[in-house]
């Protein structure tokens, strides 16, 4: 997930379309839930990363 947003805003230099907008919110929003459920192995790459 962490390397999933990571290549998204690489890719698009940070500058998301309405379709990268969208999958980068889904992944956000999955990322959040492994947090919930416990998984904090996901948290501190993915803040690094936005």
């Given at each position: 997930?962490?390397?999933?947003?990571?290549?998204?805003?690489?890719?698009?230099?940070?500058?998301?379309?309405?379709?990268?907008?969208?999958?980068?919110?889904?992944?956000?929003?999955?990322w959040?839930?492994?947090?919930?459920?416990?998984?904090?192995?996901?948290?501190?790459?993915?803040?690094?990363?936005?």
């Amino acid at each position: 997930m962490n390397e999933d947003i990571r290549a998204l805003l690489i890719r698009t230099g940070g500058w998301l379309s309405a379709a990268d907008r969208a999958v980068y919110e889904r992944l956000v929003r999955e990322w959040a839930e492994a947090v919930r459920a416990g998984d904090r192995t996901t948290a501190p790459a993915v803040a690094a990363a936005v």
